[in-house]
């Protein structure tokens, strides 16, 4: 199985749809000059979701020995407009959880 399909499959099982991958952006997110994420998110177009019709999705290596890989999928929805602002909001709800715990 391949990355993308990976990704395909994480967005079928979170969000219920099929999808189609559209495009690869390149996107680098500081904070006060500094690098805090930088990689590949996919651009995918969903098929009858019924709030949007596309999803960014990425996936990433964490410390986790159990979990070496986390995907992320974020919709097309509300604040997030773009491959940037999807990795801001999923970076926002990272940095909450992690306050939280």
Known sequence: MSFIDDLKTVIRKVHGVESTHLKS?????TFHGQTIWDGIVEVFQLHSHPKTDTAYAWSYAT???????????VLHL????????????????????????
């Open 25 to 29: 952006i390149l996107v680098t997110e």
């Open 63 to 73: 410390d986790d020995q159990a979990n070496p890989i986390r995907h992320t999928t």
């Open 78 to 101: 509300g604040p997030v407009t773009s491959a940037e602002t999807a990795v801001r909001v999923a970076i926002l709800q990272e940095f909450r959880a992690n306050a939280e715990a």
